[in-house]
């Protein structure tokens, strides 16, 4: 059939650019509101401090498990501030301080990670989806809450947060094959942090980059540096208002780092070199803004303290809130998992509740 194979989108406009976006130390920082700049910086050393005391609170058996993202706190905070308070935010278990960037209590949005319930917070209220601990699901739920809001007249858009190994799910593509068909309002946020657990990206992907995926599902593909915080700003707030006005989809690769294990369980010295680590430390992301702020005169003592004062108030109030043990309800575990129970659910819950009740008959 003539025509049959010429390609139905033009891929040109598609394509990354060759480099990642950077603003931190180019003449483009100039054009940034000093304003913005300070808060990307007082919620990178804020986040920062989270992770720390929230690393902390595992090794004291606070949490039963944290995935630390030291080192990617640029991708969380920005994604969160690109975001208006209508939209929705779709996180992984990585993405614990984007939940928290959005306003939600650290002790709410640690809840699940302490084991202590299926979350800690409303997703309605807070226009968050849960924590997504299997890989790459929370993107199909991302496009399909954006195509329902869209179908409803709503100005909605949905941001799912990805790591590099949930680009290797199927997840991830029938989410991006859907989202470009559809021309739903999503974007989606790759933190390539280079391992998926000890699985470096070269045994995962032999892609260009993750960015050029995009093009095969016929979307754009935008690749940033993930440490570079208004750069990250900058593309995740376009491809949100692009969204937003009917333009369909984003994928946007962030180059980031996981400066920490996996999770507490994780040993990473015997899939990655201290020197690589090393490397990256040199490329933080509170490193990079400090030394950019302040070769433009817009940082200063009194503003790094005042983040810092408010950065460890947060750890204070952590420390407080996690320090009692909470009195939990077993039997909730069942609750909120199916509108109407499965007869597998029921019989379960009828099991367990049959053991507490012989726990509570032998208790003096």
């Known amino acids: 059939m003539p025509g ?5 989108t033009d891929p040109a406009p598609l394509l990354p650019d060759v480099s990642p976006v950077r603003v931190l130390g180019t003449p483009a920082l ?25 690393t902390t609170l595992t090794k004291q058996g606070r949490l039963a498990v944290y995935p630390a993202s030291t080192g990617q706190e640029a991708c969380q905070v920005a994604a969160a501030l690109a975001l208006g308070e209508r939209d929705w935010l779709f996180p992984s278990y990585r993405d614990t301080l984007a939940v928290v960037s959005r306003g939600i209590d650290p002790l709410e949005a640690l809840t699940l990670l302490r084991g202590n319930a299926h979350t800690g917070y409303d997703p309605r209220a807070s226009r968050t989806a849960p924590l997504c601990t299997p890989l790459g699901t929370q993107a199909p739920h991302a496009v399909g809450l954006a195509h329902a809001a869209r179908l409803r007249g709503e100005p909605v858009v949905a941001l799912a947060l990805l790591g590099d190994g949930g680009t290797s799910e199927g997840d991830f593509h029938e989410a991006l094959n859907f989202a470009a068909v559809l ?19 070269s045994a995962q992907s032999a892609a260009p980059s993750l960015a050029h995926k995009a093009v095969g599902y016929g979307m754009p593909g935008r690749l940033v540096d993930g440490n570079d915080a208004p750069a990250l700003h900058s593309v995740l ?20 780092y996981r400066i920490e294990a996996h999770t507490n369980a994780d040993d990473a010295t015997r899939y990655r070199t201290e020197p690589e680590v090393e490397a990256w430390r040199e490329h933080d ?19 790094v303290q005042d983040a810092a004062d408010e950065a460890e108030a947060l750890a204070a109030r952590m420390r407080a809130e996690f320090h009692a043990d909470p009195e939990l309800d ?23 509740s049959a053991e507490l009740a012989a726990e509570a008959e032998v208790q003096p």
């Open 4 to 8: 049959a194979t010429a390609p139905r």
């Open 30 to 54: 100039e054009k940034y509101e000093p304003a913005l700049l300070h808060e990307l910086y007082r919620r990178l050393v804020v986040g920062r401090r989270f992770n720390q005391q929230a």
């Open 183 to 201: 021309r739903a309002p999503v974007v989606f946020l790759v933190q390539n942090n280079g391992y998926a657990i000890s699985v470096p990206l």
């Open 237 to 256: 707030t376009e491809a949100v208002e692009r969204a937003r006005a009917g333009q369909g989809p984003t994928l946007v690769e962030a180059l980031t």
């Open 285 to 303: 992301p509170i490193l990079l803004m400090d030394r950019a702020l302040r070769g433009l005169g817009l940082l200063d003592d009194g503003t």
């Open 330 to 352: 077993p039997m909730a575990l069942f609750a909120h998992v199916y509108a109407e129970p499965t007869p597998q659910l029921l019989e379960q819950a009828a099991q367990l």
